[in-house]
């Protein structure tokens, strides 16, 4: 059997690590970088490149360049917030054949899984170049709070890559495993990340070497590139205001505006004021306009009071919900290259009454979980083991279209809970039974998992005939749903598979180009 | 340590965890977790976190299908058995458990109608409130959007509402029944069953606290109300001498608060 490698595939950056011994190690890709672009571009000759290369030359090549395909993975076209990002996005967005959101490029169309299967590819060949063998299982980390349609999806993005996923890991736990196996003693953690596009706390308990997750709350569309967002509205604004000239409809623009406020950003870390120079930004008709700009922290922090704010209540829940008080955390965590921005860092002073860990690299330490949960599985690491949950509450539909929730969120996995339901009309002859995740009370505003039918039921007046519907989630986040009519003891049943996303077929033909 | 599984092969790893299945489906929830069935919370929590680290299908993930099945059935009901007897109430019952809760809600039902109005009748929790493993119907899966059933009377609603508070004394849930019969107090003052058994949920929860006198004083205003409750009498009956190991409720218990230990504690702590 082959080693297992970890990939933590970001928003913004990817990292690849392994197994060495005992050591989970980060391995650098061939320009000497630890974390690599997620970025793919489609140069001419149907060429792809991938990481710092697409990087390089976004701003020239803005329409033919993929960042953020995380933001887009397993999302139907039409929704919130795939309509709320495509405004900001120099690329194009469109309804893919299964009306998942894909990407347009010149007169192609390819699936978020394709995309994110580039940057997959990328780490995989860092990874055989590094070990000097073959890879073909790894473990791939996503956002605690993904639901089960973005976390299939990952999981073909690396099947499309030649990898098999044996497990898709939970960034927050990955990070505590890769804290914890170095620091022996007994704890209860709290781990608040904060990447490019999403934003997950998880509150975690580390006893006798099992790593139990208590609780797990986020927001899957509150990251860095929101906070860039912030500020390209801000300048393009003013511009609009003193020119005339809407920077948002000029792909070009669009892209030196992002870079530009990106780099503002990181500098406001360490610098309470910074420059904003792009010069021959657009044409005006006296000529070329430039914008040059002072920003100021205090003028950034403003931008993005609502987003801080928007931080705290998950908080407040993971630790109502893991029945803990600030007081009660030994250690905050801070994981993804936003919480280097000192506004973020006092927030969570603020929420947690204490300083968060330095002794943790952010960019990295998801990676290095990744690969530590391999030693788990392939039997090298004995000492610990972890217990996760799932985030959303699962469900069926029932009567005026209520979530009847059958596995509440935050129940640690594997698990089976089983509820009895009534039929609500005399004669039935069948029962729909239609399986939802999420946290809304209104079934249709959550999302669908799938559908099957219970047939052949027993005559009897609406209220007397039962079917019992049992819920099994396995470790690795499967479901599977059946049900029995309690007097025939007649039963359905299917496996939860993705009821959007590639088919098998897809993935097959896709893999072949790698 | 736990076993180590890697170096086995898959027939002797699934032989394993047959062997293991077959002794768990025999025992009963303390035998699972491998306790004497006056376990405390702490005894419980280690031994179930020895079992994870042994048994979690995480240990079996590059096994063959069947393997990581048979593993994640086990771990299953290991992890059932953890959650049922997290709480001293589970515990309780667990004791109990030739006396299944189906059972006892219905005697406890019978017990308040044959001490003054008439005929028997079976207890149901009605929609909405939360339900066991065993669960009750609340409405029924939707296939053309039918509407649940139409209006109650106000006894009935009555007596579904008391149902559930009774349900939730047994559950252990001894605020939620203590409000719910409140508010049955106050809303119907000529029928004292309501007062009788609010005594009998306060009295219930003091008990669980370890405030053994609030207990007993609550308890006895509930006999001056209806002299041959039988349930109260058990419940006198069996309140502790100052002090019991016992006497801690579910709600501290998750905050973990250190408790006044009891005698008994000092005996069994580690």
Redo the contacts between chains.
């Keep these: 059997m082959g080693r297992i490698i970890g990939i933590d595939l970001g928003t913004t950056n990817s990292c690849v690590a392994v197994l060495d011994g005992d050591d989970a190690t980060v391995i650098h890709n061939q320009e000497g970088g630890r974390t690599t672009p997620s970025m793919v571009s489609w140069i001419s000759d149907d060429k792809v490149i991938v990481g710092v290369a697409s990087k390089r030359q976004m701003v020239t090549n803005p329409q033919r360049t993929v960042y953020g395909a995380k933001r887009l993975i397993g999302r139907r076209f039409d929704s919130k917030e795939i309509r709320s990002l495509a405004r900001m996005l120099p690329y194009l967005l469109v309804a893919g054949p299964n009306g998942d959101a894909w990407v347009q490029i010149g007169e192609d169309q390819y699936s978020p899984e394709e995309i994110s299967a580039h940057v997959m590819a990328k780490m995989k060949v860092v990874a055989e170049d590094y070990l000097g063998e073959r890879v073909e299982e790894a473990i791939v980390t996503v956002p605690a709070y993904f639901d089960d349609a973005q976390r299939q999806a990952t999981k073909d993005a690396g099947a499309i890559a030649g990898l098999d996923v044996r497990s898709v890991l939970n960034e927050p736990t990955a990070a505590a495993l890769a804290y914890g196996v170095h620091h022996e003693r007994d704890q209860r953690l709290a781990v608040f990340d904060l990447g490019g596009g999403t934003f997950d706390i998880s509150i975690l308990t580390i006893e006798a070497g099992v790593f139990e997750v208590l609780a797990t709350y986020g927001d899957t569309n509150l990251g860095g590139d929101d906070f860039d967002n912030r500020v390209i509205s801000l300048l393009a604004g003013e511009f609009e205001d003193a020119h005339g000239i809407d920077l948002l409809q000029d792909q070009v623009a669009l892209q030196r505006l992002k870079e530009a406020s990106e780099r503002a950003k990181v500098e406001l870390s360490s610098a309470m004021t910074t420059d904003i120079n792009l010069p021959f930004l657009a044409a005006g008709p006296e000529g070329p306009v430039h914008l040059q700009r002072e920003i100021s922290r205090g003028e950034f922090e403003t931008q993005v009071k609502d987003l801080l704010d928007a931080l705290e209540p998950p908080c407040r829940e993971a630790l109502r919900h893991a029945h803990c008080m600030p007081e009660d955390i030994d250690q905050v965590l801070l994981v993804g290259g936003m919480t280097r921005v000192p506004a973020v860092q006092e927030r969570v002073v603020a929420i947690f009454g204490k300083q968060p860990s330095k002794g943790v690299n952010q960019d990295e330490i998801v990676a290095m979980g990744a690969a530590t949960q391999s030693g788990i599985m392939g039997g090298e690491l004995q000492e610990v083991i972890l217990l996760d949950v799932t985030p959303h509450s699962l469900g069926i539909r029932v009567a005026n279209n209520k979530m009847s929730v059958v596995i509440p969120a935050n129940t640690t996995i594997p698990t089976r809970e089983e509820k009895v339901f009534a039929t609500t009309e005399d004669n039935q002859t069948y029962v729909g039974i239609e399986v939802y995740q999420g946290d809304s009370e209104r079934a249709s505003e959550n999302r669908r998992l799938g559908r099957f039918i219970l047939g052949d039921l027993p005559p009897g007046r609406g209220g007397s005939v039962r079917v019992r519907v049992s819920f099994t989630m396995d470790a690795d986040g499967i479901l599977a749903v059946s049900a029995t009519e309690l007097l025939s003891g007649r039963e359905s049943k299917v496996t939860i598979e993705a009821s959007s996303g590639l088919s098998p077929d897809d993935i097959k033909r896709l893999a072949a180009n790698y | ?2 076993v ?3 170096e086995q092969s898959d027939s002797d790893v699934t032989a394993a965890l047959r062997d293991k299945q077959q002794q768990l489906e025999a025992a009963d929830g303390f035998g699972r977790l491998g306790l004497r069935n006056d376990a405390d919370t702490k005894a419980v ?2 031994a179930f ?2 079992a ?2 042994t048994y ?4 079996f ?2 096994r063959p299908e069947e393997v ?1 099945d048979l593993a ?1 059935e086990v ?2 009901c290991i ?2 058995a953890y959650v049922r007897l997290s709480s001293n109430a589970g515990r309780e019952r667990e004791r109990k458990k030739d006396r299944p809760m189906k059972d006892r809600l219905m005697i406890e039902a019978t017990a308040v109608r044959g001490a003054g109005s008439g005929r028997a009748r079976r207890a149901t929790p009605p929609a909405g409130v939360r ?1 066991r ?17 139409s209006t109650r009377s106000a006894s009935r609603d009555r007596e579904e509402r008391f149902a559930a508070a009774v349900a939730m004394l047994s559950h252990g849930d001894y605020d939620a029944a203590c409000d719910g019969l409140q508010k049955l107090g106050a809303e119907n003052p000529n029928l004292s069953k309501f007062q009788v058994y609010l005594h009998y949920a306060r009295g219930k929860r003091h008990a669980e606290a370890g405030a053994v006198a609030a207990a007993r004083a609550e308890f006895e205003q509930a006999l001056t109300l209806h002299p041959e409750f039988f349930l109260v009498t058990k419940a006198i009956a069996q309140l502790p001498e100052e002090g019991d190991a016992a006497a801690a409720g579910d709600q501290a218990e ?2 973990s608060e250190a408790k006044k230990p009891g005698l008994f504690s000092r005996l069994f702590r580690k």
């Design positions: 340590m736990g180590s599984w890697h929590r280690a976190l020895e994870t680290k979690h299908p995480s240990r993930a590059r990581r994640n771990f299953l992890k059932e339900t493993a065993t669960g009750t119907p609340p409405g029924g899966p939707a296939t053309n959007g039918a509407q649940p059933p998750q905050g």
